[in-house]
């Protein structure tokens, strides 16, 4: 068995050039998560943009708290 590749995330570009990873938004106040929509946060934002610099856009949508924490997942890798 080979070693695999490691993938760098760094942009929301990236994020769409690798399939099977998502991105969430986390709300420190009330705990709730949030899917986000990587294709509409590109065609707002660019896809050179750092998911870490939407973290103080972000506004919960349970208890309206500003800013948050981003998450980036993989969904459907074995290993």
Known sequence: MSPQTPIVIRTLGDILAHPGHT???HCPACRHLEPLDVRRLVARYGG????RELAPLL?????DHKGGEIIISTVGRSA
């Open 23 to 25: 991105l969430s938004a």
């Open 48 to 51: 050179d943009i750092e998911p």
């Open 59 to 63: 506004r919960c949508r349970q208890c």
